[in-house]
């Protein structure tokens, strides 16, 4: 039942995000498109809800209560980039705004940018973390709950990946074709691509 809500959520957050910027954009209704894009925490909310039922209930905290509270922390941490990102976009193709922008490709713009999204990363870990512990508190139940304090650890992992991609970018820069310094493509509008007809 779990997964099947998570499935839904994740449906639900895609065709509530596009039915909002559609209203905002295309149909004009700047205000009713924003209240559409309102309701996206609440399916966060149902979901929280529907796994503390069924933990409530007597489920053992198995793998699906863990991946349902992952879900909720990285849509937190990336659900407004996400919501942003499309309305560029949005705003690109139907108001006459700006090309979006892509992410800096190279040097330490690029840096900065794989930074920004460790930030993100780390967030949604966080609060996967803060929920899980939340799942193993009210299981109450060291027996039942094994698997909620695996995911933790998972996100521990996931921690430590971000960092190190990071890490990374900012130690060995990513240059540009040729070996030139410099921070190429980074913050440049999104160019059509050249499809050679």
């Known amino acids: ?47 929280l809800a529907a796994t503390a039922v069924d933990l409530r209930r007597g489920a053992e905290g198995n793998w ?23 309305d560029g976009h949005f705003a690109h193709r139907f108001a006459g705004g700006p090309p979006p922008v892509r992410p800096p490709k190279y040097g330490m713009a690029r840096a900065v940018h794989e930074w920004k999204m460790c930030a993100r990363s780390v967030l949604g870990a966080l609060v996967a973390m803060a929920l899980l ?4 508190w009210y ?19 996931v921690i430590g990946i971000s960092l190190v991609i990071a890490a990374g970018y900012t130690v ?16 440049r509008p999104a160019e059509p691509e050249r499809t050679g007809r």
């Open 172 to 187: 060995w820069p990513k240059r540009p074709p040729g070996g030139a310094a410099g921070d190429g493509a980074g913050g």
């Open 133 to 136: 512990q939340g799942a193993v």
């Open 64 to 86: 699906t209560h863990g991946l349902a509270a992952v879900y909720v922390g990285f849509t937190v941490a990336y659900g407004h980039y996400a919501v942003r990102w499309a």
């Open 139 to 157: 299981v109450g139940d060291a027996g039942r709950s094994e698997s909620l304090v695996d995911w933790q650890r998972k996100m521990l992992f």
């Open 1 to 47: 039942m779990v997964v099947t809500l998570i499935i839904v959520c994740e449906v639900g957050f895609w065709v509530l995000l596009a039915a909002g910027l559609a209203l905002r954009y295309p149909a004009r209704r700047p205000r009713l498109g924003a209240a559409v894009l309102l309701c996206e925490p609440l399916l966060e909310l149902v979901l």
